[in-house]
């Protein structure tokens, strides 16, 4: 797989910002990629380095349609621990 089609999309809630503060990143990420991965995904698109990666499988939610309950599908997630004073310019840029 390619670093694009591993890493789908950077998690931005206000648990994810304070995580950075941390030196820690979330990201969603397909659900065939493992640990290693992930890791390696993360280094070649940022350029910076990755000291842990956890990563945990998401289950989908119940959710309403009309009448019709379905299922969101399940997805993962990895939160990658970067070196200190590495940092991944996600939003901070944007005015």
């Known amino acids: 797989m390619q670093m694009h089609e591993i890493i789908r999309k950077p998690l931005i809630t ?4 304070a995580l950075q503060a941390e030196g820690k990143y979330a990201f969603e990420v ?3 990629a493992n640990k290693l991965q992930v890791k390696q995904a993360v280094e070649a698109g940022f ?3 990755v000291t ?7 289950r989908g939610k119940a959710k309403r ?4 309950m379905v299922q969101t599908p ?3 997630k990895a939160v ?3 070196k ?3 940092k991944i310019d996600l939003f901070e840029n944007v005015q």
Request: net charge positive; no cysteine.
């Open 14 to 17: 206000e648990k994810n910002a």
């Open 30 to 32: 397909d659900k065939r």
């Open 47 to 49: 350029k910076v380095t």
């Open 52 to 58: 842990g990666v956890n990563v945990v499988s998401m």
């Open 65 to 68: 349609m009309g009448r019709r």
């Open 74 to 76: 399940n997805w993962k």
């Open 80 to 82: 990658v621990t970067l």
């Open 84 to 86: 200190a004073g590495d």
